[in-house]
């Protein structure tokens, strides 16, 4: 337990006990009342408390605004203007021991700058509190965020670019500053478990609306894999099993909850018509290309994320650029180019193949 470290904006007082209890190595402290709420717990079990002071170091990291976790609005860590209010009160507590420093600024960061600038920051704070307080920074973790290669179309650094920059920026920086080196600490997630599995679903209904879209739902959805939903994270799919088949149809995914927006992928071309019982293998795809600026980021969260140019093997065609947008109401679902049906117009109901498998339908095809 001692190399466990329980970061958190909400931890309860039970959840702290119990971290103490069973010898977690590091409590991150997010904030003031978690500070004092600990003080009070370590106090009255006559004992200390292992810490690092979670900072917020304001860094735009260029990802997605949902999964930024260090920027000066944020609900995660002290924010930089009480950083030094943070750090003398801890320190003042006899029941905290401050071993170090801590900031986590996000996921999918594909850039090593955020984190060499978030490096400098922190590092300028410690030595500025080593001059007024005498602290010893013994420990920094600079948190996880390290981007992963969810589809063949979005390579992401290797580890090592991420490795070199922060190993001798923290280097370059404490001889800089005349401090020791910090044991440096990185908490990769997705890095580590990304690759490790994939969501399974079962095609159940198929839902053809001529002229419109063409629905197959799965048993799952927004509960079990909700970025989609939240903030437009796209998804890849193949069929299990048609692995082989050419991806002729175009179909939109949608989960089974109660919810327009339970979309787990919009207009994917995929074998022919998804059938009640096909399985799926889905990936989550980073939101978007990371834009290069805050307003770049703003613009691609309202506009939509459109399908990215395909070259995998088990997909076939040309790309498909039909714009869209998130799934608000049930206008935005109806393509550039494709007026909704206007009340009192008959359309065709969809032909239902013999064997009641398929729910074929002209529109569902390659479009
Ligand atoms: C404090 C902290 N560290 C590390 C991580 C892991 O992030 P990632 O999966 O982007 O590496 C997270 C993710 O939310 C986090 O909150």
Same mark, same amino acid.
């Given at each position: 337990?001692?190399?466990?470290?329980?970061?958190?904006?909400? /931890?309860?007082?039970?959840?702290?006990?119990?971290?103490?209890?069973?010898?977690?190595?590091?409590?991150?402290?997010?904030?003031?009342?978690?500070?004092?709420?600990?003080?009070?717990?370590?106090?009255?079990?006559?004992?200390?408390?292992?810490?690092?002071?979670?900072?917020?170091?304001?860094?735009?990291?260029?990802?997605?605004?949902?999964?930024?976790?260090?920027?000066?609005?944020?609900?995660?860590?002290?924010?930089?203007?009480?950083?030094?209010?943070?750090?003398?009160?801890?320190?003042?507590?006899?029941?905290?021991?401050?071993?170090?420093?801590?900031?986590?600024?996000?996921?999918?960061?594909?850039?090593?700058?955020?984190?060499?600038?978030?490096?400098?920051?922190?590092?300028?704070?410690?030595?500025?509190?080593?001059?007024?307080?005498?602290?010893?920074?013994?420990?920094?973790?600079?948190?996880?965020?390290?981007?992963?290669?969810?589809? !063949?179309?979005?390579?992401?650094?290797?580890?090592?670019?991420?490795?070199?920059?922060?190993?001798?920026?923290?280097?370059?920086?404490?001889? /800089?500053?005349?401090?020791?080196?910090?044991?440096?600490?990185?908490?990769?997630?997705?890095?580590? !478990?990304?690759?490790?599995? !994939?969501?399974?679903?079962?095609?159940?209904?198929?839902?053809?609306?001529?002229?419109?879209?063409?629905?197959?739902?799965?048993?799952?959805?927004?509960?079990?894999?909700?970025?989609?939903?939240?903030?437009?994270?796209?998804?890849?799919?193949?069929?299990?099993?048609?692995?082989?088949?050419?991806?002729?149809?175009?179909?939109?995914?949608?989960?089974?909850?109660?919810?327009?927006?339970?979309?787990?992928?919009?207009?994917?071309?995929?074998?022919?018509?998804?059938?009640?019982?096909?399985?799926?293998?889905?990936?989550?795809?980073?939101?978007?290309?990371?834009?290069?600026?805050?307003?770049?980021?703003?613009?691609?969260?309202?506009?939509?994320?459109?399908?990215?140019?395909?070259?995998?093997?088990?997909?076939?065609?040309?790309?498909?650029?039909?714009?869209?947008?998130?799934?608000?109401?049930?206008?935005?679902?109806?393509?550039?180019? /494709?007026?909704?049906?206007?009340?009192?117009?008959?359309?065709?109901?969809?032909?239902?193949?013999?064997?009641? /498998?398929?729910?074929?339908?002209?529109?569902?095809?390659?479009?």
């Amino acid at each position: 337990m001692d190399r466990v470290g329980f970061p958190g904006n909400n /931890k309860s007082a039970e959840e702290l006990t119990l971290a103490l209890d069973s010898g977690v190595g590091r409590i991150v402290v997010d904030n003031f009342h978690e500070l004092e709420m600990l003080g009070k717990i370590a106090r009255a079990k006559k004992t200390r408390a292992d810490v690092l002071l979670r900072i917020t170091p304001g860094v735009d990291p260029h990802t997605h605004k949902f999964i930024i976790t260090g920027s000066i609005d944020s609900k995660f860590g002290f924010p930089m203007v009480l950083r030094e209010e943070a750090a003398a009160r801890a320190l003042s507590m006899p029941e905290i021991n401050v071993m170090g420093l801590h900031f986590h600024i996000g996921s999918q960061i594909a850039e090593t700058e955020p984190w060499e600038q978030s490096i400098e920051f922190i590092l300028n704070f410690a030595a500025e509190m080593k001059q007024k307080h005498g602290f010893e920074l013994k420990e920094l973790s600079v948190g996880g965020g390290y981007a992963i290669q969810y589809t !063949v179309d979005a390579p992401v650094p290797p580890i090592s670019v991420y490795a070199e920059a922060l190993t001798s920026n923290v280097i370059s920086q404490c001889q /800089k500053l005349k401090l020791a080196q910090p044991k440096l600490i990185i908490e990769p997630g997705r890095a580590i !478990v990304g690759q490790a599995g !994939v969501a399974l679903y079962t095609a159940g209904v198929a839902k053809d609306i001529p002229g419109i879209r063409c629905y197959v739902s799965v048993d799952g959805g927004m509960a079990d894999n909700i970025r989609p939903a939240l903030y437009g994270a796209t998804l890849e799919a193949v069929v299990a099993n048609k692995m082989g088949e050419n991806d002729t149809d175009k179909v939109t995914i949608a989960g089974k909850f109660c919810e327009s927006g339970d979309v787990l992928i919009r207009d994917i071309m995929l074998p022919p018509i998804v059938a009640a019982g096909d399985s799926q293998t889905a990936s989550e795809r980073a939101p978007d290309a990371a834009p290069s600026s805050v307003d770049d980021r703003d613009a691609a969260e309202e506009r939509q994320v459109q399908p990215e140019a395909d070259n995998r093997s088990f997909r076939s065609g040309p790309p498909d650029t039909t714009p869209y947008t998130r799934p608000a109401v049930p206008e935005d679902y109806a393509p550039q180019g /494709k007026p909704a049906i206007p009340p009192g117009v008959t359309v065709p109901v969809p032909n239902e193949s013999p064997d009641g /498998k398929n729910f074929g339908n002209p529109d569902c095809g390659a479009n």
